[in-house]
């Protein structure tokens, strides 16, 4: 295991363009809420990750999307805004370090790079290349752009650890476990502590850019995340699942036959839950380190993709809330359902299900991004409707909503609480329980065919639009299945297709 240390010169402030048009819409609606905090235990701290709301897209292991610090409260909020790339540059799961600085993975149609950034300017201080992904090979060589866009391997899922170190699966099929540090100079510069190779698991026939058309099979790995042994386990797009054990570099891996896994997945102290396009799974390992299921559930997969969803399956990444329940949806025909199950390991099957609640419209319901949980509530968007950026131009937008249902005190059943009308098309919602409000990121329909994006905050007891920010105009805010991502600063930050943006209360640039 060798070590490589990586460097970048910082760069200078580089805003997105906004498209025109953006001085005929609204720039700030509603009114500045007022902090009230949520109350309810936060997930527990998980001993290989960093703290809470700082370790990954879904904010901990247990995948609640919840921060335990504010977020902008709407008192004259400021954007400000980095392009990371000439073409493209998004920047999808975003974590902090210990000092507050902003580490990310930003895809582009260069290839992926893992970033460190300043909090305030979005300045790079550091950037180390992970490669190009097969699939964007394969959309340029076939010119069939939705490669891209429904592809969630390369580092886009990635955590960070207990000692602040990036851990991902790379375009190449390694686990790379990556530390950054500042050298004598003040500049910063990152560092490969650990590099796994799991070829020689998993099929490896990708495309290149001097091979963009292999005849055979290439699995490329999705998500990695910890169990509370600290053993990293990943997942495959075709249904593989592994763990390394950090100490001894053992690999082991199964595979779910005819399954796929297009979604992240959380860890509990009881165990690892994955969601594939059939059925959500409780793993745990065996003693030599493979993946051994304590129970699996089928859901009602639908009879095919919905507009809005990457897969004919679950969108969500599962929720782990508290001890005794774990969340998905699944993908009905007619309307999607907020699945909540029992995981005890000795729940009987026909038991395990708690409630199956349906949400919104019929004919017009999925998502793509995963709920938020606290306490005993859940909340869902909809993304029906959203297949790519060039879904929402020219002023359109998707049917929305966004629902919050509550499992009942005494566990007998779910109910809905509110419903808004609200339309997130492709963003991770995000709560913050320590203000009690609910972030999103909506584009409303506009007659003059103006593109605005807004972050816009609803309030979780009530789900009432408490305000709304123009963030930017044109694709390059779309935030294409990016999450809003609450800083301990009390930033929130959104990944766009032109980068990132960043919206902090009192901050009067634009």
Not at 126 to 146: F, K, M, N
Not at 165 to 186: S, Y
Not at 435 to 445: D, Q, S
Request: hydrophobic share 30%; glycine share 12%; aromatic share 8%.
């Amino acid at each position: 295991m060798g070590s490589v240390a990586l460097t970048a010169v910082p760069s200078s402030a580089d805003p997105i363009p906004r498209a025109p048009g953006h001085r005929l819409v609204d720039d700030y609606t509603g009114s500045p809420a007022t902090a009230r905090p949520v109350p309810g235990d936060a997930p527990e701290q998980h001993p290989y990750l960093a703290s809470n709301g700082r370790s990954g897209m879904h904010a901990d292991g247990a995948g609640s999307g919840t921060y335990p610090y504010s977020g902008p409260l709407g008192r004259n909020p400021g954007v400000t805004s980095e392009k990371m790339a000439a073409l493209g540059g998004e920047c999808v799961t975003v974590t902090f370090d210990s000092g507050g600085r902003l580490l990310t993975v930003c895809g582009s149609i260069k290839g992926f790079e893992l970033k460190l950034l300043d909090p305030r300017t979005l300045d790079t201080l550091a950037a180390y290349d992970l490669g190009q992904r097969p699939s964007t090979v394969e959309a340029i060589s076939r010119l069939d752009w939705t490669r891209i866009f429904k592809d969630t391997s390369g580092g886009a899922y990635f955590y960070l650890d207990h000692e602040d170190r990036v851990v991902l699966g790379d375009p190449r099929q390694h686990i790379l476990r990556i530390a950054h540090e500042r050298k004598p100079d003040g500049t910063w510069r990152f560092r490969v502590e650990d590099d796994w190779d799991l070829t020689d698991r998993l099929p490896h026939d990708c495309a290149g850019l001097g091979r963009p058309s292999p005849k055979g099979e290439c699995d490329p790995v999705t998500s990695v995340m910890p169990d509370w042994d600290g053993r990293i386990w990943w997942v495959t797009r075709q249904g593989r699942i592994g763990t390394v054990d950090p100490d001894t570099d053992n690999v082991r891996s199964i595979r779910l036959k005819g399954e796929e896994i297009q979604n992240s997945f959380s860890v509990a102290e009881d165990g690892v839950s994955i969601v594939s396009d059939h059925a959500l799974y409780h793993f745990r390992a065996g003693e030599d380190g493979t993946p051994e299921a304590l129970w699996r559930q089928t859901y009602d997969r639908g009879t095919g993709t919905k507009p809005g969803s990457l897969s004919q399956g679950s969108g969500t990444t599962p929720d782990l809330l508290g001890e005794d329940h774990v969340a998905i949806t699944d993908n009905a025909d007619d309307r999607m359902h907020v699945l909540v199950y029992r995981r005890g390991a000795d729940v009987p099957d026909a038991e395990r299900l708690l409630c199956k609640v349906p949400v919104f419209g019929s004919g017009e319901s999925t998502t793509d991004n995963s709920l938020i949980s606290h306490g005993n509530s859940l909340i869902v968007e909809n993304n029906y409707g959203y297949e790519n950026p060039m879904s929402l131009t020219f002023g359109r937008s998707v049917v929305g909503g966004v629902t919050r249902i509550d499992i009942r005190a005494d566990g007998s059943g779910c109910d809905t609480v509110w419903e808004s009308k609200e339309r997130s098309p492709s963003t991770v919602p995000k709560l913050s329980t320590a203000n009690g409000l609910v972030y999103l990121y909506t584009k409303e329909p506009e007659r003059l065919g103006v593109d605005a994006w807004y972050l816009t905050a609803l309030d979780f007891r009530t789900g009432r639009t408490r305000w709304k920010k123009l963030t930017g105009t044109g694709a390059l805010y779309d935030s294409n299945w990016a999450p809003v991502t609450i800083g301990p600063d009390g930033t929130a930050y959104v990944g766009v297709l032109g980068g990132l943006v960043a919206v902090r209360d009192g901050d009067a640039s634009s």
